[in-house]
């Protein structure tokens, strides 16, 4: 990172991942299935993962090849959360 790029605003990003946060725990007083809460607090989760990596890891500002680089845990662990996630949900 260069000094002449722009900080995120690290307090409008904090105030979204507080209010996401809120989000996935108002989800669990959905009337709504079981599954489709356990999805949509993933989903909620998924969207903190990227404002957390593209702000305070400061991947926004990074080349494409780390992007190619993480790329391949992130989807390493949507295809283990997608092969898991029937067990977990119709199981326990």
């Known amino acids: ?23 996935g725990v108002l989800a669990t007083l959905l009337p709504i299935e079981k599954s489709a809460v356990v999805g949509l607090i993933f989903a909620i989760a998924a969207v903190k993962a990227v404002l957390v990596a593209l702000n305070y890891m400061h991947l926004k500002s990074e080349n494409w090849l780390i992007y190619a680089l993480a790329i ?20 326990h």
Do not use: G, N
């Open 72 to 91: 391949v845990p992130v989807l390493l662990a949507v295809a283990m959360t997608l092969v898991l996630f029937p067990d977990i949900v119709f199981h």
């Open 1 to 23: 990172m260069t000094a002449e790029q722009v900080h995120p605003h690290y307090v409008a990003i904090w105030i979204w991942l507080v209010v996401l946060m809120l989000a």
